[in-house]
C-alpha cells in the first residue's frame, strides 16, 4: 500500500442506499493503512471511487449531499455495470456497502471476474449499524469478503459464533467501531434546551404507532414550551432511505396543529447533536452516536421492548424509558459497561482521543498484509455454494441478473456500454413510480383490506 499522497491507495465503495454510502465512504477513509490515530507528516489520502447501486434506494443528489462525503468519482450502475468495472479498473481496496443479499451476489459475481487473478483488490464489508435482526440470514450473506466488520465488541463474538457455529472460517470478522462516530463531547444545556426525536424510516410501521409517537412529541413540546423539541427526520416524501417509509411524519403532522416551539429537521445527524440536549428515539443508531458523544439519550419503551421494533438491542443501556418519564423530567443514566461493549466512547474521548481513534488498527494491519501477501490475494471463497445452498443462492444471485455461476444471465442489463438518454429517462421514472407505489397507493390498499 503507498505510504504517500503521491501515489495514493485506490478504493472503490459500492453502496445501495443514502445511509450505506455514508457508512462506505467513511470507512474507505478509516481502514487505509497508514492512515492510523498517531500524528503523521504525510497523511495518507485515498482515492475514492463512489459506484450506486441502482435501486428504489438509490440516493438522490440531495441525499448525497446531507452525507457530506466527497469521492473522486460517483456513478450509478447495476451488478452487471460494476462487475465490467472492476475487470477494467484497477483498485487497493473494496468496500462493499449493501443489503446481505447485494453482497453475496456481488461476491459471486466478483469471483468469476477476478478468476485467475491473484492483484485483485481486498475487498471488505459490514454493517451500517446496530444488528438486531436475521444476524445469521445477514452474515452468512457477507461470507466469503476477506473483512466482515464488526462494530463492537459484542458484535465481534457474535458474528464469530454464527460462522463457527456452521463450519465457515470466521477469520474475517474483524472489531472495528462506526465510523461515523464523533464530534464535540456534550457540555451542558443549551438556550433553549432541545429535545430531539430521530425518526426512523420502518420503526415503527403502523399508522397508529407512528401517530402515537408524533401526538406524544408534539405533547411534550406544550408541556415544556421553553424547549425547542425537533423532530430529524431522515428523508423526504419521495425519497428512499435504507429501509421503505410507507408513511411520511411529514404528511402525518399535516393533521395537527403542533405549537411554534415544535419544527421538523433535516440535514447531518452530527449538526444536530451539536444543539442536542435530549436525543429520544425507538431504535436509531443516532442513539449510537448521541451516546459517543455523552448526549443524554433515551430509548422509547412505550410501544413495548420488542425484536419487531429493534429496541431489545438496548436493554441493560440504562437508557430505556418513557414519554411520561420524559414529561416528568427524567434523564437517563447510561450503563457504562453496556456502553463499552458497543465501541462508543469506550476508554477515550467523543473527539477521537483513546480506544475509540485505535479502533480501526486492526482492519488497518490486516488490509496491509493482504496487500503485501506473497503471490497475491486466494480466490474469493463465499460459504454459500450450488453445493451447501442450491434451493437459496440462485435467487439470491437472480435479483441481480446473475447465474448461479455468477455470470450475467441471458438478457441481463447491458453491461458494454453506459446507458443512453432514453434509458436514463425510463429508470428515473421507474424509480419514481415505484416511490408513488409504496407510499400513496400500497397504503391505500392495505386499509382496503382492513376494511
Not at 8 to 37: C, Y
Not at 138 to 144: E, I, P, Q, V
Not at 274 to 285: A, N, P, W
Amino acid at each position: 500500500m503507498p505510504a504517500s499522497s503521491a501515489n495514493p491507495p485506490r478504493i472503490a465503495v459500492l453502496a445501495d442506499s443514502d445511509t450505506r454510502w455514508k457508512w462506505g465512504a467513511l470507512t474507505a477513509s478509516r481502514i487505509v493503512p497508514g492512515s492510523g490515530s498517531g500524528v503523521q507528516a504525510d497523511p495518507v489520502v485515498p482515492v475514492l471511487d463512489g459506484y450506486l447501486l441502482r435501486g428504489r434506494a438509490t440516493p438522490t443528489p440531495r441525499q448525497l449531499a446531507e452525507v457530506g462525503v466527497h469521492a473522486d468519482s460517483l456513478r450509478e450502475v447495476t451488478a452487471v455495470e460494476f462487475l465490467r468495472a472492476m475487470t477494467q479498473e484497477s483498485y487497493d481496496v473494496l468496500v462493499l456497502a449493501l443489503v446481505g443479499g447485494g453482497v453475496q451476489a456481488v461476491l459471486h459475481g466478483l469471483k468469476r471476474v477476478w478468476e485467475g487473478r491473484a492483484d485483485r483488490p481486498v475487498v471488505v464489508t459490514g454493517y451500517v449499524g446496530v444488528v438486531y435482526e436475521k444476524l445469521a440470514d445477514g452474515l452468512l450473506l457477507r461470507h466469503g469478503a476477506d473483512l466482515v466488520l464488526a462494530n463492537s465488541r459484542q458484535d465481534a463474538e457474535r458474528f464469530r459464533a454464527v460462522y463457527d457455529g456452521v463450519g465457515a472460517d470466521s477469520s474475517s470478522v474483524t472489531e472495528v467501531a462506526l465510523p461515523f462516530l464523533g464530534g464535540a463531547a456534550y457540555t451542558g444545556e443549551h438556550d433553549p434546551y432541545t429535545v430531539v426525536f430521530a425518526a426512523q424510516p420502518s420503526v415503527p410501521e403502523s399508522r397508529k404507532d407512528r401517530t402515537y409517537l408524533l401526538n406524544r412529541l408534539v405533547r411534550h413540546a406544550r408541556l415544556h414550551p421553553e424547549r425547542e423539541v425537533l423532530l430529524k427526520l431522515r428523508s423526504q416524501p419521495g425519497e428512499h432511505t435504507t429501509h421503505i417509509e410507507e408513511l411520511p411524519y411529514q404528511k402525518l403532522v399535516q393533521r395537527l396543529d403542533p405549537p411554534a416551539n415544535f419544527r421538523l429537521v433535516y440535514g447531518n445527524m452530527g449538526e444536530v447533536l451539536d444543539r442536542t440536549d435530549l436525543l429520544v428515539t425507538i431504535s436509531s443508531t443516532a442513539a449510537l452516536e448521541s451516546l459517543h458523544r455523552r448526549v443524554p439519550t433515551v430509548v422509547l419503551s412505550d410501544l413495548g421492548v420488542r425484536e419487531a421494533l429493534g429496541n431489545h438491542h438496548f436493554v441493560g443501556s440504562g437508557c430505556l424509558a418513557s414519554w411520561d418519564q420524559l414529561d416528568a423530567g427524567h434523564r437517563p443514566a447510561p450503563d457504562e459497561e453496556w456502553i463499552a461493549r458497543q465501541g462508543v466512547a469506550a476508554g477515550g474521548t467523543p473527539s477521537g482521543a483513546g480506544s475509540y481513534a485505535s479502533s480501526w488498527d486492526t482492519a488497518r494491519e490486516r488490509i496491509a498484509k493482504l496487500l503485501d501477501r506473497p503471490g497475491g490475494l486466494p480466490p474469493l471463497t463465499p460459504w454459500y455454494t450450488p453445493a451447501t445452498a442450491p434451493g437459496y443462492l440462485p435467487g439470491i444471485l437472480a435479483r441481480h441478473h446473475l447465474g448461479p455461476d455468477g455470470s450475467p444471465l441471458p438478457g441481463a442489463p447491458a453491461s458494454d456500454k453506459d446507458p443512453g438518454p432514453v434509458r436514463q429517462i425510463v429508470r428515473r421514472a421507474a424509480r419514481g413510480a415505484y416511490r408513488h407505489g409504496v407510499q400513496r397507493v400500497a397504503p391505500v390498499i392495505r386499509r382496503m383490506g382492513e376494511l
